[in-house]
């Protein structure tokens, strides 16, 4: 691996762990706000959102910023960092302990290097996706540093898949795996990566809950299906404030039509 990528990974990992390591004072502590869009909020969102982003400024003062808590406006940079400070908040707020910190690296617009972090059960999640970008790095995703590739499983009622709590007219007499509720995007979607789910369903996440994610998740063999617009690449000056993309992740390409049947119909 070379020096640039190097730094990338050694960056992403200081600055999530830092980050994590006060958060985790906080977890299950703090008293949240709703925001507009009917989501919530925390001081500890806000904090960890600025500490983020003058870790970039300070690292990568050339390279553009796309932020949940504060810059929702894609500056259209050759290379972007894309933050979501803390996702999950509502399990953070209640004590309960999935939520992390996601980052991911876009160069012209699309994402090339994912790292999510969750720091109550330990776990980090990194990946690189080359797709069409002509970049010179290695494909792979990781948890902890070893590697991962989702399930070649044929689905079963001992096998799960994870509904937002968004689409769960899925849930049918007939649905052919185990639901689980996770509660956090970027953890729906990995949990596919890692080989330990076969697939998943967002209906209304937004670029930054899943940005890292989507690299992670096709470096390790599952597929993404955009069940909208395309999210990738970013258009230089649009607001990406209210904008959702619908997706579905499953372990593997066989399994698209056997899930966006209950998906599509609900």
């Not at 870790?55 to 949940?68: H, K, Q, R, S, V």
């Not at 996601?102 to 994912?114: A, D, E, I």
Request: hydrophobic share 40%; charged share 15%; proline share 6%.
């Amino acid at each position: 691996m070379n020096e640039f990528w190097t730094t990338i990974i050694d960056f992403a990992q200081t600055t999530t762990a830092r980050v994590g390591k006060q958060l985790m004072q906080d977890f299950g502590r703090v008293q949240a706000s709703q925001k507009d869009d009917g989501t919530l909020v925390t001081q500890s969102d806000k904090w960890a959102d600025g500490e983020i982003r003058n870790a970039i400024a300070a690292l990568f003062p050339d390279y553009g910023i796309l932020t949940e808590e504060s810059n929702k406006v894609f500056p259209g940079t050759e290379w972007c960092w894309v933050i979501d400070p803390l996702d999950g908040t509502t399990n953070f707020t209640r004590g309960i302990p999935i939520w992390g910190i996601s980052l991911g690296l876009l160069y012209q617009g699309t994402p090339v290097f994912g790292y999510v972090y969750f720091p109550p059960i330990g776990e980090a999640f990194h990946g690189f996706w080359r797709g069409t970008s002509g970049l010179d790095l290695p494909n792979g995703a990781f948890r902890n540093y070893q590697p991962v590739r989702a399930s070649n499983d044929d689905p079963s009622y001992n096998h799960f898949f994870n509904l937002c709590s968004r689409s769960t007219s899925v849930m049918q007499k007939d649905f052919p795996c185990k639901i689980r509720m996770l509660g956090v995007a970027s953890y729906n979607f990995l949990s596919v990566a890692a080989g330990a789910t076969l697939g998943g369903v967002e209906a209304t996440p937004k670029i930054w809950d899943f940005a890292g994610a989507w690299v992670i998740v096709q470096a390790a063999g599952g597929s993404w299906v955009s069940l909208d617009s395309e999210p990738f690449p970013l258009k230089s000056g649009e607001d990406y404030t209210a904008r959702s993309f619908p997706t579905l992740v499953v372990s593997r390409q066989e399994l698209i039509p056997i899930f966006s049947q209950f998906i599509v119909s609900s």
